[in-house]
């Protein structure tokens, strides 16, 4: 199975900062990484697909970046609204696994 | 626009049944694979399988063997998980989603909540 370690996993940042939070793959997966923004009592909602892809609708504040088999979900100026727990999720080979997730908390 | 929907809250006892429904709508559903996913209280999300919705096969994770059964009913687009012998530690949030090629489309979530 193809294990996806996500760090940090919780971060304290203010309205205004650049934020990335990283996502390593155990072996290779082909870009086949998204990355979910979820907030409590919401279901999963996509922001990131194929490493870096934007979803439609999903601010450009928002990016992805791969290097190897390391990836990276960026926000390069955090807004209220973007408080909330992230999760990466390879979809390269079955089992799909996730991250641990990240808790971006207000600071 | 691709819309999963799933059936509401249950509350069981330990040792009942559930099944949880996901009714997708705004794309061809038998073309995507269905997969649930697992939420329990205040943890992370962790994938319990997929359903062939051409072919009705069934692939379930380690942990999820025997007492959860994925079906399909493709006449309605709608898939189903169903649990059986239910414990305590099943209570979580159960989604439906989209998630092995690059849609990411999930359902709202069921919570199943089992107590005495």
């Known amino acids: 199975d193809i294990q996806m370690t996500q760090s940090p996993s919780s971060l304290s940042a203010s309205v205004g900062d650049r934020v990335t939070i990283t996502c390593r793959a155990s072996?290779?997966?082909?870009?086949?990484l998204s990355w979910f923004q979820q907030k409590p009592g919401q279901a999963p909602k996509s922001l990131i697909y194929a490493a870096f892809s934007l979803q439609r609708g999903v601010p450009s504040r928002f990016s992805g970046g791969v290097s190897g088999t390391d990836f990276t979900l960026t926000i390069s100026s955090l807004q209220p609204e973007d408080f909330a727990t992230y999760y990466c999720?390879?979809?390269?080979?079955?089992?799909?696994?996730f991250g641990g997730g990240t808790k971006v908390e207000i600071k | 626009q691709v819309q999963l929907v799933q059936s509401g809250s249950e509350l069981k006892k330990p040792g009942a049944s559930v099944k949880v429904s996901c009714k997708a709508s705004?794309?061809?559903?038998?073309?995507?694979?269905m997969n649930w996913v697992r939420q329990a209280p205040g943890q992370g999300l962790e994938w319990m399988g997929w359903?062939?919705?051409?072919?009705?096969?069934?692939t379930y994770a380690q942990g999820f063997t025997g007492r959860f059964v994925f079906s399909l009913d493709t006449s309605v687009n709608t898939a189903f998980l169903q649990i059986s012998s239910l414990k305590t530690e099943d209570t979580a949030v159960y989604y439906c989603?989209?998630?092995?090629?690059?849609?990411?489309?999930w359902g709202q979530g069921t919570l199943v909540t089992v107590s005495s």
């Open positions: 999720q390879q979809y390269n080979t079955y089992p799909l696994t």
């Open positions: 072996q290779g997966i082909n870009n086949y």
């Open positions: 359903i062939n919705t051409k072919t009705g096969k069934s």
């Open positions: 705004g794309y061809t559903f038998n073309s995507y694979a």
């Open positions: 989603a989209r998630i092995s090629d690059a849609s990411g489309h």
